[in-house]
């Protein structure tokens, strides 16, 4: 019996020590699957408001092959908008009804219309959005994107 106690003393910290592992390997899965967003839209709807065209901003700066525009887009309650990248289409974003949740790989952001809350989409933004509110959550956004 003695002996059998042993086997079960000695074997008792591996088994924790490997049950640990297993446990600090689920949550580093679980921390990477947070740093990631939807791959889908969900209750989203968009609208243009105005545009500069392609050749107004070939003549007047020098650009050629993008536009400017500037659109509303509204995030209902509950639904987001899917993880996209904005290496070429550079923005700036404004709210100007409710709040957005702005996830990145690095965390999160919130942004609200009661403090005009801006931020930027550079070349090196990725991120996505979420409504997390009850009402829904307008932005007006500005970018340059490429002709099409």
Not at 2 to 8: D, G, M, R
Not at 71 to 90: F, L, M, N
Request: glycine share 10%; hydrophobic share 40%.
């Amino acid at each position: 019996m003695k002996i059998s106690f042993l086997k079960v003393t000695r074997t008792a910290p591996r088994v924790a020590i490997l049950l640990a592992g297993i446990g600090i390997g689920l949550s580093g899965n679980a921390i990477l699957a947070a740093a990631s967003g939807p791959k889908e839209h969900k209750d989203i709807k968009v609208g243009k408001l105005e545009e500069l065209p392609e050749s107004t901003l070939k003549a007047t700066i020098g650009l050629d092959g993008y536009m400017l525009r500037m659109r509303w887009v509204t995030v209902e309650p509950g639904g987001h908008i899917a993880e996209h990248s904005h290496a070429d289409r550079p923005g700036i974003v404004t709210m100007v009804d409710g709040d957005w949740v702005e996830g990145k790989p690095e965390g999160e952001d919130t942004y609200s219309a009661k403090a005009y809350g801006t931020f930027q989409e550079n070349e090196d933004t990725v991120h996505w959005i979420y409504n997390r509110t009850d009402a829904p959550a307008t932005a007006l956004v500005c970018d340059i994107a490429k002709s099409s």
